[in-house]
T-cell receptor, first 114, second 109 residues
Framework: DGGITQSPKYLFRKEGQNVTLSCEQNLNHDAMYWYRQDPGQGLRLIYYSQIVNDFQKGDIAEGYSVSREKKESFPLTVTSAQKNPTAFYLC?????????????FGQGTRLTVV | QKEVEQNSGPLSVPEGAIASLNCTYSDRGSQSFFWYRQYSGKSPELIMFIYSNGDKEDGRFTAQLNKASQYVSLLIRDSQPSDSATYLCAVKGYSTLTFGKGTMLLVSP
């Protein structure tokens, strides 16, 4: 099956803990994105990567880190420095090199601080 | 900072009516425009995209783009209760996709 796989679907984090959210794709897309969505809010960009071994901060990167060692994978780590991490996290991919392509989304990871 | 503005709603329409969803954007360099539908607790799914000024129709959906006014809209004809969802407008510039906060649409039977 072609697509984007996010795991886990639900994640619980204790205060002060780092957690890593997985995003894997087999669409052969160059660009990958991480968004955060809070209740009643739109999507806010955390980090994005246009190519392997390169990534850029989005609008709300503080408290998060990423890596892009493989084209297929773009994991997001929520560090203890992120003070309000409870949110719905969405990974998206897009073919780069052209503006005229849509972004495809994974099913999301719902992170809750306990 | 690039901004995408949408009326948060809710927009309430009766079944069979036309729903009109609007979006404005700040970056004149924006190249492409997307409408996503998001059901509660689910990830967004693409409904339509538009790149050129004018109208683009796909089934019951019509996207309209006016780059001079920096305005994009989505019309849903013959609205159905299953269309009840939040509709997200997304605008792509050179490298990233910026989303509005979404408009909630409620279609009553």
């Amino acid at each position: 099956d072609g697509g984007i796989t996010q795991s886990p679907k639900y994640l619980f984090r204790k205060e002060g803990q780092n957690v890593t959210l997985s995003c894997e794709q087999n669409l052969n897309h160059d660009a990958m994105y991480w968004y955060r969505q809070d209740p009643g809010q739109g999507l806010r960009l955390i980090y994005y990567s246009q190519i392997v071994n390169d990534f850029q901060k989005g609008d709300i990167a503080e408290g998060y880190s990423v890596s892009r060692e493989k084209k297929e994978s773009f994991p997001l780590t929520v560090t203890s420095a992120q003070k309000n991490p409870t949110a719905f996290y969405l990974c998206a991919t897009q073919t780069s090199g052209s503006a005229n392509t849509e972004a495809f989304f994974g099913q999301g990871t719902r992170l809750t601080v306990v | 900072q690039k901004e995408v503005e949408q009326n948060s709603g809710p927009l309430s329409v009766p079944e069979g009516a036309i729903a009109s969803l609007n979006c404005t954007y700040s970056d004149r360099g924006s190249q492409s425009f997307f409408w996503y539908r998001q059901y509660s607790g689910k990830s967004p799914e693409l409904i339509m995209f538009i790149y050129s000024n004018g109208d683009k129709e796909d089934g019951r959906f019509t996207a309209q783009l006016n780059k001079a006014s920096q305005y994009v809209s989505l019309l849903i004809r013959d609205s159905q209760p299953s269309d009840s969802a939040t509709y997200l407008c997304a605008v792509k510039g050179y490298s990233t996709l910026t989303f509005g906060k979404g408009t909630m649409l409620l279609v009553s039977p």
